[in-house]
């Protein structure tokens, strides 16, 4: 049976990094560390969707990044992490919002979509279906973070009701204004074409600094911050998730490859360039089509961000090229 040449995309978050920042290697390793942990499953004839998953477990265990070990603190100083999966051979889906005390949040994902009728959960619920399938948990020692304190004390001291993105914080005001320039979101995600032709997302996040207790944004949400559809293409999103929640970002994007015949690309720009900026949003997504087609677009100064097609080598990119 003839195969497909499998790729795999990622992303560690977007937004206005500085191009002089002095140590970038670190974020090049751990984007390549998670391209090559999701390669490893596709090049052995794996699915997307366990590949996705692998990449975004990667990516969530290294504190650099803005999900699992590495997230951000919210107001009451506690951790409330969002992640979802996508199946783009089924539009089977699971996510879960506001959970602490988990090792891997997109693991947890998968179990809701593999073990549970529901499509996402929250809270305490969610954490049940993770003891009751042994979901690696870990203490509030494997999430601290003195940096990360420091980050919310910075934004509380902007005044009351401000919230950043990761990864140097973009405060906004309540109403999701931004009141600082030098934002970047630290959210991770996934997406993947496998050898069998089949599309899928992956999507992992603290969510905001400072942000209220119970806020979630976009990366849990099915047709918000994750998209996968094997009859179009696979979507993973970073950003200010109010703005992509909005606009539907994921579902935008395959609804007009689905019903106007765009391309991966031209989905994408429009959406990105388009609405998403319109309404006050900033951030990016990586993405894929089935015919192996990648698209990485975003509307900040930068994104991390990186690629591995079958028989190459993992590329990884954090300002435009
Ligand atoms: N989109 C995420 C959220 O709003 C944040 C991020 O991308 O860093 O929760």
Redesign the pocket.
Known sequence: MSTIPFVIAVHG???TISPDKPNEAPYHEGLQAALRAGAAVLEAGGSALDAVQAAVQSLEDCPLF?AGRGAVYTADATHEM?ASVMDGSTLRAGAVAGVNGIRNPVTLARTVMDHTSHVLLIGEGAIRVAREHGVEMADAEYFHSEERLAQLERVRAQGAGVTA??HSAQAMTDNGAPIREDG????VGAVALDQHGNLAAA?S????TN?RPG?????PIVGA?IYANNATCAVA??????H??RACVGHDIHARMAYRGESLEEAGEAVVHGLLKEIGGS?GLVSVDAKGNVHMPFNTVGMYRGVFRQGGQPQSYIFRI
């Open positions: 978050g977007a937004g803005n969002d993105l990761d970047k979101f630290g959210t999507v996040t603290g969510g905001l942000k806020r979630v944004g976009d990366s911050g999103c970073t950003g200010t998730g109010e992509f929640l951030g």
